[in-house]
């Protein structure tokens, strides 16, 4: 982490006001207080037990900060000093036990800023030497110098990649373009890493998230969105007969069919517990590897897992909990808000490039994106910089990362569009639907009986200082670095760099 230097972020922001968080308020008139944020719940549970006790405390607690007409402003410039400074003057000595974790504190700070709209490009160069010890000799990426690789380690060192390979790139010319995408994936033993991700494959259909290591839908998730991001075709996903490699993506979808649980939501794997994480990883595996409006009706019962994804939000707090009985948590903005964003596009069809996207839509917004945005608003913001789980809890990375990327997908509607086209190198991609994504500032609602279309949803940015970046809703990282690093394999294979 030390070696990361500064991308002189802070100048290319354009934000002019500096000031804290009490200062940020609109100045527009407040609009009233919605209902929901006004008081408790009307029914209590008069069983008292340690998790009513935890609720009833957190939702008073809350309720201070999210029954204010006045929404506070997202005060990026102190986020953005929170997000910098590990990468400028490295991690203290507390964060020894996360040295397991290096690739994903790069991934969280550099993404959270990327949101922020800092350009992030500045970083690629000692990002790429930070995550070269990290390969290992065998295949993969451990998460500390010389450790054995890990799904998720590597995961995250090609999402850090992807995002600041992208910004460093976007505005050169072709041959310099190609030097710093060049420089960012050309030292990646693809072969051993596909090699290495043949070993996680398990009977059952699904992978775990290293040899000997556990198995989760986290895993199939991480893969795929490896196998998708660095190019792998289906010939290499076949395997090699004669090495008795058999298909990769073999049994996957069934797989995840299984994951979901009796309440409708998905399990970490067959038989566990509903969780908004894991619920995550499956849809976004599934949307990568199908149309959204085919593979979450065939491999799921989505009118189930609505049911459930609708029980995640809460009142009068307006965030997510990631369970039954839990407590609302802003990290679950992505991966419970991030559901949502896959269930609309779903539900509301394919959008034609052909046609232009339209307002044509048969059941518009599904969740209260308002509500997510208030309580994100007031209460994951700390007014040292960063932001956090809820009121009272420490600010930190993972959640900084995951709390603005839920305000991205609360302030964006995102949708599939078949008519998209697409590099030549994507055709013969098993992964090529997860690259036919697009978003809109313009969220839908509902057609009406008549068939009209319903214009579309109002006042959902509070306040435009407070807007994010947009993101991909599957890969968890700038949108038009995913089109970008698809690009850049085109050009590799063509010219036969690999
Ligand atoms: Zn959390």
């Known amino acids: ?32 207080v919605p209902t929901m944020h006004r008081g408790l719940p009307y029914i209590l549970d008069d069983l008292g037990t340690e998790t009513s006790r935890k609720q009833l405390q957190t939702a008073r607690s809350v309720l201070k900060y999210v029954n204010d007409s006045r929404v506070p402003t997202l005060d990026k410039t102190t986020h953005i000093d929170f997000l910098i400074e590990p990468l400028e003057d490295g991690l203290s000595r507390g964060f020894t036990g996360l040295d397991a974790s290096r690739p994903w504190l790069l991934y969280w700070c550099i993404n959270a800023l990327a949101l922020l709209g800092v350009d992030v490009g500045g970083y690629n160069e000692r990002v ?82 290293n040899e000997g290591g556990e198995e989760d839908v986290r895993a199939s998730y991480c893969a795929l969105v490896i196998l998708a991001l660095l190019g792998y075709d289906e010939d290499e996903l076949r395997g090699d007969v004669s090495r008795d490699e058999k298909p990769l993506l073999d049994g996957l979808l069934d797989y995840f069919k299984r994951c979901q649980t009796w309440e409708g939501g998905i399990g970490a794997k067959q038989h566990s517990e509903a969780h908004g994480g894991y619920a995550f990883c499956v849809l976004s595996a599934l ?17 189930q897992f609505i049911s459930w994804l609708s029980a995640r939000q809460y009142a009068p707090e307006g965030g997510f909990s990631g369970r039954t009985n839990k407590l609302v948590d802003g990290c679950y903005s992505t991966w419970v808000g991030g559901c949502w964003s896959l269930v609309e596009a779903a539900a509301n069809g394919i959008e034609s490039s052909g046609t232009g996207f339209d307002i044509d839509s048969n059941v518009g917004s599904l969740w209260n994106r308002k509500a997510l945005a208030r309580y994100i608003l007031a209460c994951c913001q700390d007014p040292h910089g960063g932001l956090r789980d809820k009121p009272g809890m420490r600010p930190d990375y993972y959640h900084s990362n995951y709390v603005l990327l839920g305000l991205s997908a609360a302030q964006n509607y995102y949708y599939y569009d078949n008519a998209m086209s697409l590099p030549s190198s994507i055709e013969n991609s ?24 319903g214009g579309w949803e109002e006042g959902l940015v509070s306040n435009e200082r407070s807007r994010v970046g947009t993101q991909h809703p599957l890969f968890n990282i700038p949108l038009h670095a995913v089109a970008e690093i698809q690009e850049w394999w085109g050009v590799a294979k063509g010219a036969e760099i690999l």
């Open 430 to 453: 098993p992964f090529k639907h997860g690259f036919c994504w697009k978003s809109s500032r313009n969220v839908p609602k509902p057609s009406t009986s008549e068939g009209i279309g």
């Open 1 to 32: 982490m030390s070696e990361i230097q500064d991308p002189n972020a802070s100048q290319q922001l354009g934000l002019a006001d500096a000031s804290g968080l009490s200062n940020q308020r609109s100045q527009k008139p407040p609009d009233p």
């Open 287 to 303: 949307c990568l590897l199908g149309e959204p409006q085919d593979v979450l009706t065939k491999y799921l019962d989505l009118d």
């Open 128 to 209: 790429v030497s930070s995550l070269k010890p990290l390969q290992h000799k065998d295949g993969g990426f451990g998460g500390g110098n010389g450790q054995a690789p890990h799904m998720a380690s590597a995961y995250a060192a090609i999402l850090t990649l992807v995002v600041t390979s992208y910004y460093e790139s976007r505005d050169l010319p072709k041959d310099r373009w190609m030097g710093v995408y060049a420089r960012s994936f050309g030292w990646i033993d693809r072969q051993k890493l596909l090699d290495w991700i043949r070993k996680t494959k398990l009977r059952n259909g699904g992978f775990k998230v």
